[in-house]
């Protein structure tokens, strides 16, 4: 094991990241042996569409966990986007990009609210992001008059957004979304290490004070990484009606969870401080193909429920356990 | 009079590195009030702590009520009637008086407890103390000073034999503080034997029978009160040898420019209309006991706790500092007495701690410019002598002496010309200690103004220009180098207005 860890290769990557590619490649052959159907590129795609929306609601979290914050208000945000902007699209008959943009800003729109309540008025992030969800819900409601919004299908007019998600014509299809996905990933990892924001939010996730006693305006630095989380909250909502085309109002609960989760799996430290956008990726991964498998095996819905929520916690146990080895 | 109560002999107790308590003796009568004095570290605390079973001792015996006892939880010694009624208080603001005295043993009646037995027996007990509060008041809608009494209240009725006052009047008004006397004179008639740890050499003066004084773990002497003096007293406290020749006369001219002005500073309940000035390139010395407000008047300075009011000159300009944000734009730095907490982010790299106040100058375009970065790092290190393998070292890995340097390196790096050295050499070891010395005399050679606040009077005389000696908040003694000795800067420490 120790020979395996010293590895050149293995210790740039990181040991822990490797496990989970291992324990993703495993968790499909396991699933193709049972569902043989898995081996399909069909099946492969639908499990990729659903790591899209997650994908970008994980990102995004990742910079809220970075500063040690936490947002449970992602999922229903998401849906109160794809909700606002889907009925101003299909019922009020404005343009679609200018829905799109109108669902980006949404969700950046509460991803500041958030981060104002946070960083300036020194709420707890659990009670700012637990107002808000419940916000959310409310108003997705109350925009839509209570009745779920379905975007146009592919076939319809002004159906080409789901392109984005998925590139068909006929013969052949392209995961356009997988691709959007990881350049948008690429991005944030580049700013999370190599820009200053990175750098001060990743640092007063760590130690706050100490950042804010060496005179830099930490109040800022913490707002702007919950208005990038918002930010990429939006463009997780086109990505989700890219997907699956209906939201309905009052929901969206899950996807918290499933998004803290694979943050959590892929390192981020819950204590803030440490934070891996490579590894929010792979966790992402994880969770998705687990939810396509369980279906393609026959459970309910309920046990991938149980199921990320056993991961959640394991994974922040093995947090906490690391930080204590080392403390 | 000689009915000793409680007898400590020759107690011992070491931690890694530190002989905390060297065969200290101590004990105390029935009926007498017994100060424990010494200077913040010299193990009254430790004491106390060995006494009430926080701390096992190594060796030594106690004997109380002439029986050997080692009481091994606080648990213990509350039950045989050893307390101590702590500086922080112990109680819970949102119950009544009557139900923190006798939390965890309730009156009951059946399953549930009895309220209004409990309120009878705390206004019975208030009665015999003279103590005029009412029992069914919530905690929090009393004052600090009545607060203390119903702690004290709390402990008669353990039945203590010994009480332990751990600093009790540092909140106290002096209408306050009479009621407690009062209440301490009366406890002392009724055959409790009283320990009374206080700085507040007038107090000792007015409420003691006897004087023990601590020093560095070691127990000098035991005097009686009515045949001593403070003089005597301070001299017991400090009278250690000195390694360390002090600085004979300060090195700053007279008409040196003044940097830094601070004019009636008022913040919070620990900084008292403090008005001082510094001069370029001088070190000036914050003295005081612990609790006196000095780091508190340096974080208000630095912006990173409110200001109630006050003005701060720097170069003769008035400025608004309202955050640290401010103060780092003004010029100051400010090194932490808690390096972990606020001076460094412990699981970051040297670089990027050494960056920390000025990142802005090693971005380019969207991108931090790591090789910048790096060399800056490497300059300091080894301008500064940083012991770590790489810039790319994670400063918690760094020894105490080399962490106090990447924060120093910090301030350089902004080019700081007012610096605030908060207790500088804290939990580093002697080598690197002069290193830090050496270092803050070379700062000042080069016209860097520095304020050092440090508990350790010797440090405080072999680095400083000028002193000024802080109490309770407000400043109480401003010292030339060539006047200042051990005694005048503790004189000045221990004054009360």
């Known amino acids: 094991m120790e020979k395996i860890k010293n590895i050149a290769l293995v210790k740039k990557i990181g040991f822990n990241k490797l496990v989970l590619v291992f324990v993703l490649i495993l968790m499909y052959f396991v699933f193709a042996l049972f569902s043989p159907t898995f081996i399909s590129y069909d099946r492969i795609l639908s499990a990729l569409s659903y790591s899209y929306f997650l994908g970008f609601l994980a990102l995004g979290v990742t910079f809220v966990i970075a500063t040690g914050g936490i947002d449970f208000s992602i999922g229903p945000v998401m849906f109160a986007s794809a909700l606002i902007s889907g009925y101003l699209l299909t019922r009020s008959g404005w343009p679609l990009v200018l829905c799109l943009v109108i669902s980006v800003l949404v969700g950046l729109i509460f991803g500041a609210i958030n981060g104002y309540l946070v960083a300036y008025w020194d709420v707890a992030p659990f009670i700012t992001s637990m107002g808000l969800m419940q916000i959310a819900k409310g108003a997705g409601s109350v925009f839509t008059h209570t009745q779920s919004v379905s975007w146009p299908q592919s076939s319809e007019a002004n159906g080409w957004y789901r392109n984005l998600v998925r590139y068909s014509n006929g013969s052949i299809s392209i995961p356009v979304g997988l691709i959007t996905l990881l350049v948008v990933a690429f991005i944030c990892a580049i700013i999370l290490n190599k820009t200053k924001i990175g750098r001060y939010i990743l640092c007063l996730g760590s130690n706050k004070e100490a950042v804010r006693l060496s005179g830099v305006n930490v109040r800022k630095w913490q707002m702007l990484a919950y208005v990038i989380s918002g930010t990429l909250v939006g463009i997780a909502a086109i990505f989700f009606v890219g997907a699956y085309t209906t939201v309905q109002p009052g929901l969206g609960d899950q996807y918290n969870n499933e998004a803290i989760a694979a943050v959590v799996m892929g390192g981020t430290s819950m204590s803030g401080g440490v934070a891996s956008i490579g590894g929010t990726i792979i966790g992402v991964m994880i969770i998705s193909l687990l939810q396509e498998g369980i279906l393609a095996l026959g459970f309910t819905k309920d046990f991938q429920l149980i199921i990320t929520g056993l991961i959640v916690l394991t994974a922040v146990y093995l947090d906490v356990f690391s930080n204590q080895k080392k403390n | ?497």
Request: hydrophobic share 40%; with cysteine.
């Open chain 2, 1 to 497: 009079m000689n009915d000793v109560i409680l007898d400590m002999r020759q107690i011992d107790k070491s931690f890694p590195g530190v002989h905390a308590l060297d065969h200290v003796d101590f004990n105390v009568r029935r009926g007498e009030v017994h100060a424990l004095m010494g200077e913040n570290g010299a193990g009254k605390s430790t004491l106390m702590k060995v006494l009430t079973g926080i701390y096992k001792k190594d060796s030594g015996t106690i004997i109380f009520e002439g029986k050997e006892r080692e009481f091994t939880t606080p648990k213990e010694a509350q039950d045989a009637g050893v307390i101590i009624v702590h500086q922080e208080l112990n109680m819970i603001n949102h119950l009544t008086v009557a139900q923190n005295i006798f939390i965890g043993r309730e009156p009951k009646k059946g399953l549930f407890i009895d309220d209004e037995k409990m309120n009878k027996e705390a206004a019975k007990l208030f009665e015999r103390l003279n103590i005029d509060i009412n029992p069914k008041e919530r905690m929090m809608n009393l004052t600090v000073g009545k607060q203390q009494m119903c702690e004290i209240a709390k402990a008669v009725s353990h039945d203590a034999k010994v009480i332990v006052f751990d600093e009790p009047t540092a909140a106290l008004t002096d209408g306050e503080i009479r009621e407690l006397f009062a209440i301490i004179r009366d406890l002392r008639s009724k055959g409790m034997g009283i320990v009374y740890i206080s700085h507040r050499m007038n107090e000792i003066e007015e409420i003691s029978d006897r004087v023990t004084v601590m020093r560095d773990g070691a127990y000098v002497g035991t005097v009686n009160t009515v045949d001593t003096n403070k003089d005597e007293i301070i001299h017991m406290m400090v009278g250690r040898v000195i390694y360390e020749d002090p600085k004979a006369e300060s090195n700053v001219p007279k008409d040196a420019p003044v940097v830094l002005k601070v004019e009636n500073l008022n913040a919070g309940r620990m900084v008292k209309d403090v008005s001082f000035e510094l001069r370029k390139g001088e070190i000036l010395g914050f003295s005081g006991l612990m609790g006196a407000g000095r780091t508190e008047t340096a974080r208000a300075i630095f912006g990173a706790d409110p200001k109630d009011s006050g003005y701060i000159y720097i170069n003769g300009r008035k400025v608004d500092i309202k955050s640290p944000e401010d103060a780092v734009a003004n010029g100051i730095g400010y090194l932490s007495e808690d390096r972990r907490r606020y001076g460094i982010v412990v699981d970051k790299t040297v670089a990027e701690n050494v960056t920390m106040a000025t990142l802005e100058n090693f971005v380019s375009g969207s991108f931090i410019d790591e090789e910048a970065e790096r060399k800056e790092a490497e300059k300091y290190i080894e301008q500064l002598d940083i012991r770590t393998p790489s810039p790319h070292q994670k400063v918690a890995n760094l020894s105490g002496g080399n962490q106090q340097k990447v924060v120093i390196a910090k301030w350089l790096a902004r080019n700081c010309e007012i610096l605030i050295f908060d207790e500088p050499t804290r939990g580093i070891d002697v080598g690197a200690k002069n290193e830090i010395y050496q270092l803050m005399n070379e700062l000042v050679a080069q016209g860097k103004s520095i304020i050092m606040i440090s508990s350790e009077i010797t440090e405080i005389l072999r680095m400083s220009d000028r002193i000024m000696v802080m109490c309770e908040g407000s400043i109480t003694g401003e010292l030339d180098i060539c006047e200042a000795t051990q005694e005048s800067i503790m004189h000045a420490a221990t004054l009360r207005e």
